[in-house]
């Protein structure tokens, strides 16, 4: 077996890439905050039930074998609100709020920093698991 490509190894990658590629475009928000015009961009939500239901098709399905798991209702993902439409524009027309991208750029950061982390433990626990260590 492939190490790298096991469901919870593949969808840890998955989500550090979009964090990276999220980074990329707050990071742009933050250089243009002068920029006349400008409207801040953000990537859309990774939708958890869609990423589930992928891995079920390569076998790896999570299932709900006790009443007491949490169940997932699709339809409940998180969207990330429009800066253009939700802040109020600078004279010059720029919608950027450098405090909320700061903000999202902290958060973002710390996300990909915790799958770093569980991508590690688990290859560490795998290697462990057959006497590589």
Do not use: C
């Not at 869609?50 to 098709?57: D, I």
């Not at 074998?65 to 524009?89: C, Q, W, Y």
């Not at 990909?112 to 433990?121: G, R």
């Amino acid at each position: 077996m492939n190490l790298p490509e096991m469901p919870l190894l593949s969808m840890l990658r998955e989500r550090m890439t979009w964090l990276h590629q999220r980074q990329d475009v707050l990071s742009q928000n933050v250089a243009n905050a002068d920029t006349p015009g400008y409207v801040a961009r953000d990537l859309k939500p990774q939708d958890f039930t869609s990423l589930l239901k992928g891995e079920a098709r390569h076998g790896g399905a999570l299932l709900s074998t006790n009443p007491r798991h949490i169940s997932m209702k699709p339809g409940s993902s998180l969207r990330f609100e429009d800066m253009a439409a939700g802040g109020v524009p600078n004279p010059n027309g720029n919608a950027v709020s450098l405090e909320q991208e700061m903000i999202k750029v902290s958060e973002t950061q710390a996300q990909f920093q915790a799958a770093a982390n569980l991508y590690a433990k688990a290859m560490t626990l795998m290697k462990t698991a057959i006497g590589r260590v």
